[in-house]
């Protein structure tokens, strides 16, 4: 099984990478130096991307200082986007869901309740930076409801569930098969099955 070194300190997220590429043959383990994981700047700006790579420039520097640079890195941001709130919460929603939380959002909102969550996931593939995008439109709800998940996704129906249910009311597996995470690490899995053999990550188990 091939790893996966994934930089984040956000457990919801490992989680989610884990369930959906394990089964696909990665292994996916958090990114640690000495057994911490690293703190990392994120950069102000208005672009997930901007953020994402920033991210990822400072990983390799890390693996680079530890002499791991054959090893593989993945990052990635994400953020809610609310139609009726332009660029808000955006490249701001931890902030956002620390100050406010998810009642704050559902009180900013009125009819207008259009939304969706992006991810731009990059990874360092051992010789270079892959970048991938997921995105998932929905409505933002009028309450609070469910239990899974992590974040926002109380708050967050997405338009290719089935029905009215937000993320937080979805198991791990219907809310990748939909989710902007998934999406964006489908999108990897894809690139790495079609170029596995030229990118350099190491296989752990042949
Ligand atoms: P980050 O900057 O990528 O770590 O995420 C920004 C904020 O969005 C954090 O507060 C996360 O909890 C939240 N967030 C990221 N992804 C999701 C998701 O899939 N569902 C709900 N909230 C999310």
Not at 29 to 39: K, M, S
Not at 48 to 72: C, D, F, P
Not at 74 to 92: H, K, N, R, T
Not at 144 to 154: A, L, R, W
Request: one cysteine or more; aromatic letters at 8%; glycine letters at 10%.
């Amino acid at each position: 099984m091939a790893t996966l070194n994934f930089l984040t300190g956000n457990q919801g997220k490992l989680s989610e990478a884990q369930d959906l590429l394990g089964p696909l043959g990665y292994e996916i383990q958090p990114f640690e130096i000495d057994g911490e994981i690293p703190d990392i700047i994120e950069p102000q700006s208005e672009s997930l991307t901007t953020v994402a790579l920033a991210k990822i420039a400072q990983g390799v520097e890390l693996l680079a200082a530890s002499n791991r640079l054959h090893e593989s890195l993945l990052v990635e941001d994400s953020g809610l986007f609310i139609d009726s709130l332009p660029e808000f919460p955006g490249v701001y929603s931890a902030y956002v869901l620390k100050s406010v939380g998810c009642e704050g959002i559902l009180k900013l909102l009125d009819k207008e309740r259009g939304a969706h969550f992006k991810t731009v996931a990059a990874l360092w593939t051992g010789q270079a930076v892959e970048v991938f995008v997921g995105t998932c439109m929905g409505q933002i709800s009028t309450e609070i409801k469910g239990q899974e998940g992590f974040g926002y996704d109380p708050i967050f129906i997405p338009n290719d569930g089935d029905g009215d249910r937000t993320f937080a009311q979805m198991s791990a597996d219907e809310k990748s098969s939909i989710s902007h995470r998934g999406r964006a690490l489908r999108a990897l899995f894809e690139y790495l099955n079609g170029t596995e053999p030229d990118v350099g990550i190491p296989k752990t188990d042949p």
